[in-house]
């Protein structure tokens, strides 16, 4: 699980600056994927409700529909924020 997380923390950051970009430049395909690639991952870790966040912008990016893209992903990268802390904090205690 450690290792897990470990790469979690790692990946994490790149994959929301991907998805960043897909939503600021309006790539609906781009979207899609970035969120769906982290949609497995935070479901995998039993984060259901960023998992859930994560959903929607892919359904977003499939449906080409971003207008509320923006918003969606400032609340799904503050939760990833406290999450990613929270793991953190607990690889950190358990070393």
Known sequence: MRELLEIFLEETPKQLTVLENAIH????????????????????????ESAALARDLERMGRE??????????????????????????????NR
Request: no cysteine; proline share 4%; hydrophobic share 40%.
């Open 64 to 93: 080409r529909e971003l207008q509320s893209a923006p918003e969606a992903f400032r609340r799904f990268k503050s939760g990833l924020k406290a999450a990613s802390e929270a793991m953190h904090e607990s690889l950190v205690q």
């Open 25 to 48: 430049n309006a790539d609906g395909p781009g979207v899609e994927n970035a969120a769906h690639t982290l949609k497995g991952e935070l479901g995998y870790l039993g984060l259901a």
